[in-house]
């Protein structure tokens, strides 16, 4: 873990913020939850790639949120969630 964020504890119910919120609300719109095993952490994922980079390509999403495992394989929607989240819808 980077110093940049060993000091920080985050949480889903609205501790990461407006982007948390942002985030949570595009994998709502894009339909991303499955059986929600893994959404916690697709979420903070997706925050914190967004805080890092706030406009990503596709393969950076991917590349990214592919430390958390998706037992439904709602790959794809997890993609445009984050993609929506940045403020680029239907690529």
Known sequence: MSE??????ALVA???GGLG???SVAFLE???????YCIPGMIMNAVALLQAKPNPSDDEISTWMNRNLCRCCGYPKI??????AA????K
Request: with cysteine; hydrophobic share 30%.
């Open 4 to 9: 940049r964020f060993s000091n920080q504890l």
């Open 21 to 23: 919120r942002a985030v």
């Open 79 to 84: 993609v445009s969630a984050v993609r929506r």
């Open 30 to 36: 894009e339909g991303a939850y499955q059986c929600g």
């Open 14 to 16: 609205g501790g990461t």
């Open 87 to 90: 403020g680029q819808p239907g």
